[in-house]
């Protein structure tokens, strides 16, 4: 395969506590197959700094279509990249296109009905959803006047970690409906990092410790952990990824919709990453 990098995160258990990760993918077109893998770069953080024992490689059989999975690249006239996904994978091929939006007297909800399913969507800025410490400076927030939605957009800082913190009236989403929220972003074509998954937790669960991951670019099929919750191109040239599920009657509380989430990079920092804000869509 040449010199090609591969970054694998995500092991799964075997037998007799043994653990499995994928190294790479490949079709066998010779008799005789030659592989030759350089492990590297283990992170101390998740590996610890006890001894990691090898008892062998595995060959499995896998669908021979998520083989021709390529992520591709795109960059807007503005020099900002963003990710676009592969033709042949039609769970990334979404573009998000936009109802009439109108802007409200308060300045920064914007609200938007889905003429597809009659129910209704909402949208956020970045001011009104991300979490700032007064200890601790995140952000760097730049005007945005070319696109009238977000007038200001967060840079983020060389920081591992960020919060999204909001609430907002539960009569912005249609009842008993099931809703993704989307964090709405782009990349600056200086930043060289987040190849990694990105943890997501639910910071008001604090007794679950189930966590959610997401990518801010898209993965190969080797690092790829849940479909779901990769990076899709939006229609305004920006970029989208899930960081929620739920259930607009299951999160009702005094006739409003809490948030609370934490979002963890397993390498590296953030820098580069500019937030405009999310987005409610029904599932």
Not at 33 to 57: F, H, K, Q
Not at 88 to 117: M, N
Not at 240 to 259: A, L, P, Q, Y
Request: charged share 30%.
């Amino acid at each position: 395969m040449g010199n090609e990098t591969l970054h694998a995160y995500f092991a799964t258990s075997g037998e007799n506590e043994w653990m499995m990760i994928e190294l790479c993918r490949f079709t066998p077109h010779k008799k005789d197959v030659d592989l030759e893998v350089l492990l590297e770069s283990l992170s101390r953080y998740y590996c610890g700094s006890n001894a990691i024992y090898v008892e062998g490689i595995h060959f499995q059989v896998i669908n021979d279509a998520s083989l021709k999975v390529k992520p591709e690249v795109y960059e807007n006239p503005e020099g900002v990249q963003g990710v676009l996904k592969s033709n042949s994978d039609p769970v990334q091929q979404l573009s998000v296109s936009y109802d009439e939006i109108t802007q409200k007297e308060d300045g920064g909800k914007l609200f938007s009905p889905s003429k597809a399913s009659e129910k209704k969507c909402h949208m956020l800025p970045a001011k009104m959803v991300l979490y700032e410490s007064s200890r601790v400076k995140c952000f760097n927030w730049k005007s945005h006047a070319d696109q009238s939605r977000f007038l200001e957009v967060a840079e983020l800082n060389s920081h591992q970690v960020f919060r999204i913190k909001c609430k907002f009236e539960f009569e912005k989403l249609s009842p008993d409906t099931d809703y993704a929220c989307y964090l709405i972003f782009k990349l600056s074509q200086k930043c060289h990092g987040l190849w990694c998954p990105v943890k997501v937790r639910d910071v008001r669960l604090r007794r679950n410790k189930e966590s959610k991951f997401l990518y801010f670019r898209s993965p190969s099929v080797v690092n790829l952990h849940t479909i779901e919750r990769v990076p899709r191109h939006r229609e305004d040239g920006s970029m989208e990824v899930v960081v929620w599920e739920f259930n607009s009657g299951n999160e009702k509380t005094d006739d409003h919709i809490r948030m609370s989430l934490k979002l963890r990079c397993y390498e590296g920092t953030m820098s580069g990453l500019f937030v405009y804000g999310i987005e409610f869509r029904p599932l």
